[in-house]
């Protein structure tokens, strides 16, 4: 049985720095592409960003680029989303996603709010 557990989120004021994590378990994970999604309260779930399998490729969404860094431990089964120079537009819950053809699977969640 897959699992993606997010962790990491919280609390952080204007302009703070989070670094969430999504430990996979039940896939091989090398073979998967990992992405990170968000859903703000009202708005539909938006591509944050994502790594290929081997992590030699990542693509972000515009408002991210230059705030956001994706990255991967295929040892740790680990893929994690480094977040700087974070915006109240930012608080949402965050997802993990993990996709192979026709399989995708997603995490629970973990929730960012950046408020003062």
């Known amino acids: 049985q897959v699992h993606l557990v997010e962790s990491g989120g919280g609390l952080v004021q204007p302009g703070g720095s989070l670094r969430l994590s999504c430990a996979a378990s039940?896939?091989?994970?090398?073979?998967?592409?990992m992405s990170w999604y968000r859903q703000a309260p009202g708005k539909e779930r938006e591509l944050v960003a994502t790594?290929?399998?081997?992590?030699?490729?990542?693509n972000y969404a515009d408002s991210m680029k230059g705030r956001f860094t994706i990255s991967r431990d295929n040892a740790k089964n680990t893929v994690y989303l480094q977040m700087t120079s974070l915006k109240p537009e930012d608080t949402a819950v965050y997802y993990c996603?993990?996709?192979?053809?026709?399989?995708?699977?997603w995490g629970q969640g973990t929730q960012v709010t950046v408020s003062s």
């Open positions: 790594i290929s399998g081997v992590g030699t490729s990542s």
């Open positions: 996603n993990a996709i192979l053809s026709v399989l995708n699977y």
């Open positions: 039940g896939l091989t994970f090398s073979r998967y592409r």
